[in-house]
């Protein structure tokens, strides 16, 4: 069965660093592309980027390049979300999600549960 | 870079009902269009990907259409547990999400 385990909600201040994870399992993790998607309250969904495990290829949203970084790690299954220096503004909820075809970027068909990331002072 | 307008923005229908939103990009986006049902508190579920194809275990009530930049996706029969927001999305170098059409029972 197929699954993506994310990581526990997280309360932070503004200007800490945070890396959140999504495990992948029942599946060959490193060769399906896995996106992040976040969720402001109330708001509609952004894709952050997307990432293949296999080789690291990086691809961000224009609105997220620099202000992010994803990564993966193929010996533990797991993609990360991480920031240097959050900003209130970064309060959402993040999901991770599976491409749907071995090797290619198309639709995304298994969601994680999502990380809720909430940064006050 | 692509952008995607959804209409609706939000919608009540009765049970029961034929429903249709659409997702209109400003470029051509070939067929590589996806639907995706999200309700409160959830993550968001895969529909139709490619613009036409149901995902598993989908009902055959929401079918999707379209081509090129108009695309529809549609619900024969409204049923209760379809309140949700629906959410196109397109990739051609980045990938991109319609701004969400909320449906509701009337």
């Known amino acids: 069965e197929v699954q993506l385990e994310q990581s526990g909600a997280e309360v932070k201040k503004p200007g800490e660093s945070l890396k959140i994870a999504c495990k992948g399992s029942g599946y060959s993790f490193p060769y399906y592309w896995i996106g992040w998607v976040r969720q402001m309250p109330g708001e509609g969904l952004e894709w952050i980027g997307i990432?293949?495990?296999?080789?690291?290829?990086?691809r961000y949203s224009p609105s997220f390049q620099g202000q992010v970084t994803l990564s993966a790690d193929k010996s533990t299954s797991t993609t990360y979300l991480q920031w240097s220096s959050l900003k209130a503004s970064d309060t959402a909820m993040y999901f991770c999600?599976?491409?749907?075809?071995?090797?290619?970027?198309?639709?995304?068909?298994?969601w994680g549960q999502g990380t809720k990331v909430t940064v006050s002072s | 870079d692509i952008q995607m307008t959804q209409s609706p923005s939000s919608l009540s229908a009765s049970v029961g009902d034929r429903v249709t939103i659409t997702c209109q990009a400003s470029q051509d986006t070939s067929n590589f269009l996806n639907w995706y049902q999200q309700k409160p508190g959830k993550a968001p579920k895969l529909l139709i990907y490619d613009s036409s194809n149901l995902e598993t275990g989908v009902p055959s009530r929401f079918s999707g259409s379209g081509s090129g930049t108009n695309f529809i996706l549609a619900i024969s029969s409204l049923q209760p547990e379809d309140i949700a927001t629906y959410y196109c999305q397109q990739y051609d170098h980045v990938l991109r999400f319609g701004g969400g059409t909320k449906v509701e029972i009337k």
């Open positions: 990432i293949y495990p296999d080789d690291s290829d990086t």
């Open positions: 999600a599976r491409g749907r075809e071995l090797a290619a970027i198309s639709a995304f068909d298994f």
